[in-house]
């Protein structure tokens, strides 16, 4: 079974990515954060995690306020670096684990934490700017693949500090019953105290961020009685973001050893960095009891195999057709439809569809979509692109002509999502 090896918290501000693209590390002015992040960078380097459940905020550079959520689960294969405005930095790409993602996400819904998914989108520096010194890149690779999730905290009302330690809690059930024999590290950013918006711009408070590491260590549950509003009054309102590390604190044990911590106010942010490994007992039956956690999981969806001719849309499957669906989604603009229609190998390549991605959409093989991956729903559109009604999708799947299948139908007519060009 997976283990939990320890958990990393750290700021994410910009300046730490800044100082390390300008080759800052000798500078008086920046060396002090390359000190206190050398320890940590040690402690990766000699862990070698198999993975990083890696906890952040974006700063409204992948996510907007058309759709935001609280708890985002990064779920694709892949995550490039977000242009913040002024290009992105020269950085590779970090790998994802779909696989992995895919069962914490089943375990944290079975456990009544409701998720949004995401894959596709780049990160920003709220990973970017810490992991590029805390972490070994060697030949330009990461040395490790990530789970990376978003914590909504920029738009009210936000997860409480409660909620975000329930949420560590049923973080660490998730990983110890994941069946592979990985290790994995738990890392949690944001913070330290820091506003930078309105008047209040530029307020700090080391004694209270003195205090927080000591109780995010020694008394976390202590941390869950605070509000939002005591939390921006003690840290700033930026600070209290901070609500982010109780998720990693949730995912250890009870009692810590704190191998690492550093402080620093260089100018807007307390850059802290911290290491805990757990202390808690082996138990004898702890396997037993993942299966058993494991069964649970497995409960919702029990059964549905002896359903002919159904195939749930899960995270393996959203990943591995997310290419041909995204090309699908993507002709509800008016200007990708235009395209579609005049040259559709040029659209093909353009959106770098796999050649099997391609001839099903050249056949209309609409069954062989829903067996490779592709939800319904993009079918419909390509269909009232096409000119094709529902009704013919529908009779295409089941192997029948279009009579045949209306003949099973209450009433005999024909329709598609299409508007004013249906």
């Not at 520096?125 to 805390?134: A, D």
């Amino acid at each position: 079974m997976a283990r939990i090896i320890g958990g990393v918290a750290a700021s994410h501000t910009p300046t730490i990515g800044f100082a390390y693209d300008q080759n800052k590390q000798d500078d008086p002015s920046w060396a002090p954060i390359f000190k206190a992040f050398k320890p940590v960078e040690d402690w990766f380097r000699e862990k070698k995690p198999d993975a990083i459940v890696y906890i952040f905020n974006d700063h409204v550079t992948s996510f907007f306020f058309d759709h935001y959520s609280s708890f985002t689960l990064g779920i694709g294969e892949e995550y490039p670096v977000a242009d913040e405005g002024g290009s992105p930095r020269d950085l590779p790409p970090i790998k994802g684990d779909p696989r992995l993602a895919a069962h914490i996400a089943t375990s944290l819904v079975t456990d009544e934490f409701d998720l949004s998914y995401f894959q596709g989108k780049p990160l920003d520096h709220g990973f970017f700017s810490p992991m590029s010194v805390l972490l070994d890149r060697p030949d330009g690779e990461w040395p490790t693949k990530i789970v990376p999730l978003q914590v909504g905290v920029l738009q009210h009302p936000i997860p409480t500090a409660a909620r975000c330690f329930k949420l560590g809690k049923a973080l660490r059930r998730a990983i110890e019953s994941y069946p592979s024999d990985i290790d994995v590290a738990v890392v949690a950013t944001g913070g330290l105290s820091h506003q930078v918006h309105g008047e209040g711009a530029g307020f700090n408070n080391p004694e209270w961020d003195h205090r927080f590491l000591d109780a995010i260590t020694d008394d976390p549950t202590a941390l869950t009685a605070l509000t939002h509003a005591e939390y921006a009054r003690l840290g700033g309102f930026e600070g209290a973001e901070v609500i982010m590390w109780l998720i990693m604190r949730g995912a250890l044990s009870d009692k810590v050893k704190r191998v690492h911590s550093s402080y620093y106010l260089p100018s807007m942010t307390g850059i802290a960095t911290l290491v805990l490994e757990n202390e808690a007992a082996e138990l004898p039956d702890a396997e037993t009891v993942n299966e058993r956690h494991r069964a649970r999981m497995a409960e919702q969806l029990g059964g549905v195999e002896e359903l002919t001719g159904t195939y749930p849309f899960d995270i393996a499957r959203s990943v591995k057709g997310y290419r041909i669906n995204k090309f699908l989604h993507d002709l509800v603009n008016p200007d990708h439809r235009a395209q579609f229609l005049d040259d559709q190998e040029r659209a093909f390549k353009e959106a770098g569809l796999t050649d099997v991605e391609k001839e099903l959409i050249r056949a209309r093989d609409w069954p062989g979509m829903i067996h490779y991956g592709v939800i319904f729903f993009m079918l419909e559109k390509l269909a009232a692109v096409l000119g094709v009604s529902n009704l013919h999708v529908y009779a295409a799947m089941r192997g029948e002509t279009v009579e045949e299948f209306l003949s099973t139908r209450n009433t005999q007519l024909t329709y598609s999502v299409a508007g004013k060009q249906g």
